[in-house]
């Protein structure tokens, strides 16, 4: 079955939907376990913030003084004093922000830099509309 957005709905509370870049085609899945995990996640107010800081990172951080540019993310130090949160909390809300796919982490020496998942974050939109 086919919603009207043009995704492949199955029987088994998932959904595919088809991206194409070039002649390439991906599946991305999103399924019901998935989707209640980020869901948790969301349910915590100062995650909900770091997401939408995140969305546009130049408003919120400056760029940091190895990079100079917002690429690859923001550091997670920056994050951490901007959420004014203990270095412990902040790692364990970021972590499982990761972990359920909100966030792609990047490393740059001793420095962890981490931005949405914009797909991702597609997908569970897709999903519970």
Known sequence: MVNKVGHL???QNFINSFLYIGIYRYVCVMDLKSATEIGKCLSNQTRVQILE???APEKHF??????????????????QEKA??????????????????????????????????????????????
Request: proline share 3%.
């Open 53 to 55: 800081w995140l969305k």
């Open 84 to 129: 004014g949160l203990s270095q412990s909390t902040i790692s364990t809300y970021l972590t499982n922000m990761e972990k359920c796919g909100l966030l792609i982490s990047t490393r740059h020496g001793k420095w962890t830099y981490l931005k949405r998942d914009e797909a991702m974050i597609q997908q569970f939109a897709d999903f519970i509309i």
């Open 9 to 11: 709905i199955s029987s």
């Open 62 to 79: 400056p760029p940091h003084e190895t990079l100079k540019h917002f690429k690859d993310g923001v550091c997670v130090t920056y994050i």
